[in-house]
């Protein structure tokens, strides 16, 4: 591994570079974006200017300036530049790696190690870091794409901040292009509306648009290209999205939210992003189903038969037409009357289930198959309800030393208004016969 001390020969002045490799910044105030975290005010702006820089860990998408930050912190630091990707480093070489680092501190220099995907290490490899990290040995500073909560050791979380990078907006973009343009000396081949498209077609991604760009100055153009003539000529770039990573759930999160906000067009907009990203429709019908027993519930019985009768329907007729089915549910179940009230009510009984233990239901309600059940009492006093007058014998059927617990509450919306009628009846009922 070439660069694993960090001491790697810079290539030949005259070898071929990648305009995102030209480009990249030589000082952090010329990092594009980000303010959030480089900024006066911000976490690493107050690190730098304090004198007293941590570890941390960049959390971002694809092509947000993780690692040129990380070199550009190191100038700024004056710390020996060490960087290692998760993917091709094993044990032998972390060693090697934090060997150097001592004997380098040893001579009065530090070391910032960079660790690219750092979620890729597992648990033990991860603890590997600590020692090393609180005694000085090295500053650490990771990069990921995923969710450090979820992919990073909560003893390594607690020794490094977290800082989010976001994707590039298109405003960040446009000046990236501006700085390819410098450092070409020609502008870009492309009308207004072409330039736009290029920008979309970067999704957020600053070394995505260099790429591009670099592709599109290399075209032999006698007049600006429109965006009809660019699209023939690249293909867009595919959404961030990971089926089993933090982009199916943030996505999953926004359709579910928005259905429960009677949102159809937001609904729908996640829906499309979902399915555009090549995730599985047969997942999306599940979780349809699950909105409408969580979300809706007994507000509008039928929204659950309709989730279910679109599932089938994408069953039946495949890919794509069956995709209609199912944002046929979406749009129903984002304009259906909400309640919660039904899954408030299980959670609640699951709970006074689990803490009640083995309570024995009253004996008037049990069976009595033998005479030795009928002799202890089993099924003595119980009334039957279709002998009422009213059909309702308004008994107890909780255990005797548990008392009677309200679990089902329902709300003044749809359906449940109805229900909530029938509830406040069978109560009147049951304490007048009480009384």
């Keep these: 591994m070439a660069d694993l001390f960090g001491d790697a020969p810079e290539p030949p002045s005259s070898a071929p570079r990648p305009l995102a ?17 480089l900024g006066e005010e911000s976490p690493l702006g107050v690190m730098l200017d304090s004198g007293s820089l941590g570890s941390i860990v960049l959390w971002g998408p694809p092509g947000v300036g993780k690692t040129t930050i990380a070199r550009l912190l190191a100038d700024a630091t004056d710390l020996h530049f060490v960087q290692i990707s998760a993917i091709f480093t094993g044990v032998p070489d972390l060693r090697k790696v934090f060997d150097a680092a001592r004997h380098r501190r040893a001579n009065g220099q530090g070391t910032l190690l960079f660790v690219d995907e750092i979620h890729r290490f597992n648990k033990a490899q991860q603890d590997g870091f600590l020692p090393h990290m609180e005694d000085g040995t090295i500053l650490l500073v990771g990069a990921t794409t995923e969710n450090p909560s979820f992919e990073l050791n909560a003893a390594l979380l607690s020794r490094a901040q977290v800082l989010v990078l976001e994707r590039l907006a298109p405003k960040d973009l446009e000046q990236l292009a501006q700085r390819a343009e410098t450092e070409l000396g020609r502008a870009l081949p ?14 957020g991604d600053g070394r995505a648009l260099l790429n591009l760009a670099e592709q599109v100055m290399a075209w032999k153009t006698g007049a600006p290209l429109t965006t009809e003539q660019l699209t023939q000529r690249l293909m867009r770039r595919a959404a961030q999205y990971d089926k089993g990573g933090d982009g199916h759930y943030n996505l999953i999160s926004a359709l579910h939210k928005s259905v429960r906000g009677s949102d159809p067009d937001a609904a729908l907009y996640w829906f499309a992003r979902m ?3 090549g995730e599985d429709p047969r997942f999306l019908a599940r979780r349809l189903t699950r ?4 979300d809706i519930g007994l507000a509008d019985p ?3 038969a309709v989730c279910i009768d679109s599932w089938q329907t994408f069953e039946r007729i495949g890919s794509p037409e069956g995709e ?4 046929n549910a979406v749009i129903y179940l984002a304009l259906a009357p909400k309640s919660n009230a039904a899954y408030v009510a299980y959670k609640a009984a699951r709970a006074a289930a689990k803490k009640t233990g083995s309570l024995m239901p009253p004996k008037h309600i049990l069976n009595a198959p033998t005479r030795l059940m009928k002799d202890i009492g089993y099924g003595k006093g119980y009334d039957y309800d279709h002998d009422a007058e009213d059909g309702f014998s308004g008994q107890d059927y909780f255990p005797e030393t548990m008392g009677r617990t309200d679990f089902y509450a329902p709300v003044e919306r749809g359906f ?7 509830v406040e009846y069978f109560a009147r009922l ?5 009384t």
Excluded at 190 to 203: N, S, T, V, W
Excluded at 416 to 422: F, N, V
């Design 21 to 37: 490799d030209r480009l990249r910044p030589k000082a952090l105030s010329e990092v594009i974006g980000q303010a959030q975290v």
């Design 190 to 203: 492309l009308d207004g509306a072409a330039r736009e498209a290029l920008i979309e077609m970067a999704d």
């Design 275 to 277: 399915l555009d990203a």
């Design 291 to 294: 909105m409408a027993v969580e």
């Design 302 to 304: 039928q929204a659950q």
């Design 324 to 327: 209609l089915a199912l944002a």
């Design 416 to 422: 449940e208004r109805d229900l909530k009628k029938r």
């Design 430 to 434: 049951r304490r007048d016969k009480n």
